[in-house]
């Protein structure tokens, strides 16, 4: 049986014959479901997808955030111990008020040590983001055992005091050398801002 699509009457759909029928239906069908899926399915199929995403997000979010509440403790013991380490280290360091016994102290270390002064010259202090650096340029005359038991009495003072840019030659004197050197301390700068 041929399908004769030319005499198929519009108007009186219900004496189509069957394959006309089904044809007819299969597009009305094919046509809704395309009219639903471009309105409705298709924004709801992104927003599923945004959802997974959001959902990954706040799952790494959230390991990390729970990671951090598991191990909060240890993190605050390790905050007191850093708290008190810089406690410590802050009253190491001198204020404006000892700045002038420290370099006594330095100079008296030099000279118990058996070291002979050329030049003992504090320069400008040179202020940093919260400290500021306070060197003084050292040139000394003296042994290696002198030298040695200078910078271990410095090393022991109450204060801290880093030496920087040593350097050791043979002096003009018979046997002996000359050491120069940096000395620097540090002053915490709490309250007084950068300058």
């Known amino acids: 049986m041929k399908l004769d699509l030319n005499n198929l009457d519009f108007n009186n759909i219900g004496s189509w014959p069957l394959p006309a029928k089904a044809i007819a239906i299969a597009m009305i069908c094919a ?4 009219l639903v899926y471009w309105f409705d399915t298709q924004h709801q199929i992104q927003t599923l997808q945004d959802a997974r995403n959001k959902e990954q997000t706040l799952k790494t979010v959230f390991e990390g955030k729970q990671s951090k509440a598991a191990n909060l403790e240890a993190y605050k ?33 030099g000279l118990a040590s ?9 320069e400008p202090e040179i202020t940093k ?9 050292i040139r000394v005359n ?3 055992h002198e030298f040695g038991a200078f910078i271990s009495g410095v090393a022991a003072l109450p204060r801290i005091v880093t030496l920087h840019n040593i350097s050791i030659k043979p002096s003009n004197k018979r046997g002996g050398l000359v050491m120069e050197v940096t000395a620097k301390t540090y002053r915490y700068l709490e309250g007084e801002g950068t300058e």
């Open 77 to 109: 013991a390790q905050l007191d111990e850093m708290r008190q380490s810089f406690g410590a280290m802050l009253r190491q360091l001198p204020n404006k008020s000892e700045v002038a016994d420290l370099l006594v102290d330095i100079s008296q270390t």
């Open 142 to 144: 003296g042994t290696y």
């Open 114 to 122: 058996g070291l002979e002064f050329e030049l003992f010259k504090p």
């Open 129 to 137: 983001d919260f400290y500021a650096e306070l060197p003084v340029t």
């Open 31 to 34: 046509v809704v479901i395309g």
